[in-house]
């Protein structure tokens, strides 16, 4: 009930829920009081938990911020919904994304615009802004975001907070809607490192309902907390320290180099020639994909039907073209056209060759390191209205984040201070594959 009160009096000034869902959440709750807190309880039994709104939840509008789903209410739970309720977690509401997940800052939103706690003129980030805007400002202990180029990492840094891109196949995508089915994860979003372990131990796990889960997944992300990094080797990748990031938080970035050594990490230059490729094959990938997967969206199946249409032909046409916002049509634009067939070898075949060779990139530093260090974002958060109106600005931003999704492999962001206007910068882990209790271990130390 304080949780419920608490968002109607903040979320006027910082918008990040579309949906509350408070009457099951306070069934929920009666029910993790009975089990009660002790040492046998569920593992987040009575955690609040607030959800990115393009993740299915049974009997609760899931709209992901689409005109195309307000209406929307589901009729199964995904498995990580499923999974947070069997670990006790109550589910407070349904959080606001960019359009699709489609943007950097939640300015796609049908809706809203969710706002940054630290500077309410100033964007959350994105897409999972109101994941971050929720926890940044206290409303929820955690949240689920998504991540297909950065969405978690993103608005985590943007906001000074904890977000974790999981391993590809780590966490059940059934249920998400999907964006780049080769590249989407979820994540937790939380305030601290030892919060986002526990929340990713109850969504993680190999799921027969998902074709790319993973049985290899690893499970026990708290076993390194509070261990030494004496001796941990870390590379910084020159690519990710450049004049295209702002000078503070490089600064940042290398006080954080000092501190691992201090502890007695070794922390070397690296080189990831392709990182400058990355924004290229990322949009022209993810867009690809999302134009297949947004076929399902045709007004009849489920969704916005134009209420002008007569015929099939215009059942589809005016139902997407009055339904889907302007930046999701420019991703649907540009992947068809890279899938077409005069464009397929030029763009489709060459951004999937390049994508082996940004994988390559990893695979040498990674036989030589444990872990790579870098910035999250190229600035800091910037003010509403600031970079929507210049797609490419708004795609060239994602120059450090969308590197880990190409590869599959797992990356955090935690905060590592403020830059000169008092907002939060984010310092970047990045992993190896199945290893996300080291990031935790390091992101800990850190803490
Ligand atoms: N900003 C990126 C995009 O717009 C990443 C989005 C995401 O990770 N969902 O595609």
């Not at 009096?9 to 990040?16: C, I, L, R």
């Not at 840094?157 to 196949?169: D, E, L, N, R």
């Not at 000092?258 to 990831?272: K, M, N, R, T, W």
């Not at 109106?389 to 201070?417: F, H, K, Q, R, W």
């Amino acid at each position: 009930e304080a949780i419920f009160e608490y968002i109607e009096e903040t979320d006027e000034k910082v918008n990040s829920f579309l949906a509350l869902n408070k009457e099951a959440a306070l069934e929920a709750a009666k029910a993790a009081d009975e089990l009660g807190y002790g040492e046998d309880a569920p593992l987040l039994n009575g955690v609040p938990i607030g959800i990115k709104d393009n993740i299915v939840t049974e009997g609760l509008t899931t709209t992901a911020s689409s005109k195309m789903l307000e209406n929307f209410t589901p009729t199964y739970d995904a498995t990580v919904i499923r999974k947070l309720k069997e670990a006790g977690a109550i589910i407070i509401g349904k959080l606001n994304l960019d359009e699709f997940a489609m943007g950097g800052s939640t300015e796609t939103s049908y809706f809203k615009t969710s706002r940054n706690p630290w500077d309410l003129e100033r964007v959350p980030g994105g897409s999972s802004g109101g994941s971050a805007s929720a926890v940044a400002a206290r409303q929820v202990p955690a949240s689920l975001g998504t991540d297909t180029g950065g969405s978690v990492r993103n608005p985590a840094a943007f906001t000074g907070i904890v977000g974790m891109k999981p391993s590809y196949g780590s966490v059940s995508r059934y249920g998400a809607i999907a964006f780049g089915s080769s590249l989407d994860q979820i994540g937790p979003m939380t305030t601290t490192v030892e919060d986002n372990a526990l929340v990713l131990e109850a969504i993680a796990g190999f799921d027969k309902l998902d074709g790319t889960s993973r049985p290899d997944t690893e499970l026990d992300y708290r076993s390194k907390l509070g261990q030494s990094i004496e001796g941990m080797r870390i590379a910084i990748p020159k690519e990710y320290q450049s004049e295209a990031v702002n000078e503070e938080i490089r600064d940042a970035i290398v006080k954080a180099k000092e501190y691992f050594i201090s502890q007695g990490a070794i922390v070397d230059e690296v080189s990831l020639p392709h990182t400058p490729y990355g924004i290229n094959v990322y949009y022209i990938l993810s867009s690809a994909e999302a134009s297949s997967n947004l076929q399902r969206f045709d007004g009849i199946r489920y969704g916005y039907r134009s209420e002008s249409a007569k015929t099939l032909e215009e059942i589809y046409v005016q139902s997407r073209s009055e339904g889907f916002g302007d930046e999701v049509k420019r991703r649907i634009m540009l992947g068809t056209y890279s899938l077409s067939s005069g464009a397929f070898d030029k763009y489709f075949k060459k951004a999937a060759q390049v994508r082996t060779l940004i994988i390559e990139d990893f695979i040498k530093v990674f036989s030589e390191y444990d872990l790579i260090m870098g910035p999250v974002t190229t600035s800091t958060a910037f003010k509403i209205g600031g970079r929507i109106e210049d797609p490419v600005e708004m795609y060239v931003s994602d120059l450090l984040t969308v590197p880990v999704n190409l590869a599959g492999l797992p990356a955090m962001s935690i905060p590592a201070g403020f830059d000169s206007n008092g907002m939060p910068i984010g310092l970047q882990l990045i992993g190896k594959h199945m290893n996300e209790s080291t990031l935790y271990q390091v992101a800990y130390d850190f803490e």
